[in-house]
């Protein structure tokens, strides 16, 4: 349990510091050349791989779904899986997308569309590791996100 706790919370940072925007830029050189070799290992940099992964690159909501699943491993066992109007089968994200929806991570909008090629804000970013925190309650009594 110890390991799955302390493995979530090194992929809870790796993946904020691949977010764009003030997080990003603090976070150069060295550091983040060790937490994407971490991210690598732990399977998230998925098919893009480590000759692919640019730091300074802004990422999609699609991609920060698509490599926070896989560096978790979570699966949609034992969830119901509602798929999104505008991400079709073939999509490298639907099979991600899909299993953050099943566990609570993602939401559609009135439409049931997620946009996933939409740039992630730090917002969205937040919002999906509060959920994958499970300390959404927390945070509504607190004054939000």
């Known amino acids: 349990m110890a390991k ?4 979530l919370i090194l992929s ?7 977010i764009p ?9 060295d550091e983040t050349n060790k937490n994407v070799h ?7 940099l998925g098919e893009v791989g480590l000759d692919g992964f640019i730091p ?7 991609e920060f779904i698509d490599v926070l699943v896989n ?24 099979n991600s997308a899909n299993i953050a929806r099943a566990r609570g991570l993602i939401n559609g909008d009135d439409q049931n ?3 996933p090629d939409d740039l992630i804000t730090y917002n969205d970013a937040v919002v ?17 996100y």
């Open 4 to 7: 799955k706790i302390i493995s």
């Open 71 to 94: 560096t978790l491993l979570l699966t949609t066992e034992g969830a119901e899986v509602k798929s999104f109007n505008d991400i079709p089968t073939n999509s490298p994200y639907y």
């Open 38 to 44: 971490i991210l690598d290992a732990l399977g998230g």
């Open 56 to 62: 300074e690159d802004i990422i999609t909501r699609g």
């Open 113 to 115: 569309n997620f946009y």
């Open 128 to 144: 999906i590791l509060v959920n994958l925190l499970g300390a959404c309650d927390f945070a509504a009594t607190y004054g939000g």
């Open 21 to 29: 925007g003030a997080m990003a830029s603090g976070l150069q050189g």
């Open 12 to 18: 809870v940072f790796v993946v904020i510091s691949c």
